[in-house]
């Protein structure tokens, strides 16, 4: 008996944890936002070549999406105009090296704008980082991150949407309107959560305590 209360206990549990990570049609205008400043994803080849052979990034922090977080460490991003010092690492490794910035880096390093969702970065600029023990010169993996917005295969269901369906999305607040050409991100590993850049953010009075709608 004891050990079916105790499973029976287990069950419900499990039960009220799904209920509460389930997106329902209901909360349209409840999800929410997570903004970000420039950062770069290093590949573990490169975080050698910058910081030292068998150099491990460190945790500064964890991040709200679950295995990422932000490193102690910090970078230079230099382009052939002007470079951009003390940029956040974001962790864990990555296969290919990839660096986020805002619309006025590019302006700002002298390189072209190039809105990519993360991982594409074919035909994309590249850009020279500079650490504590070397240099990376980059052919390409210079984007500006297009917005986006991550869930679970389920929450895509109960939102009738799919992954890498393009929505727009609707900000209420005082400077508030419609930000449009948002991609939807959806797998298993997720945490519902809108991106946006701290430029876009800020152009809408948008906080981190903001939430948004989605509007097709």
Do not use: W
Request: charged residues 30%.
């Amino acid at each position: 008996m004891d050990n079916y209360e105790e499973l029976l206990k287990l069950v419900l549990e499990a039960v009220k944890d799904k209920q509460a990570n389930t997106l329902t049609k209901e909360d349209l205008s409840k999800i929410p936002v997570g903004i970000s400043n420039r950062h770069v994803h290093l590949s573990e080849k490169d975080v050698e070549s910058l910081f030292g052979k068998g150099y491990k990034l460190t945790k500064f922090k964890d991040l709200s999406q679950t295995g990422q977080y932000a490193c102690n460490e910090i970078l230079t991003i230099c382009g052939p105009k002007g470079a951009i010092e003390r940029v956040r690492i974001l962790g864990p490794e990555r296969s290919k090296t990839q660096v986020e910035v805002l619309m006025g880096d590019c302006i700002k390093l002298g390189v072209k704008q190039h809105v990519k969702l993360s991982g594409d970065l074919s035909g994309t600029a590249g850009v020279t980082l500079i650490g504590p023990k070397g240099s990376v010169q980059l052919e390409e993996g210079l984007v500006v991150a297009q917005r986006h917005i991550h869930m679970t295969k389920e929450d895509a269901k109960n939102l009738d949407v799919c992954n890498g369906d393009i929505v727009s999305i609707k900000i209420d607040d005082l400077r508030g309107g419609i930000y449009s050409n948002v991609a939807i991100r959806a797998n298993d590993a997720s945490k519902l959560e809108c991106h946006l850049d701290i430029e876009e953010a800020n152009a809408m009075g948008i906080s981190s305590k903001t939430k948004i709608t989605i509007v097709k």
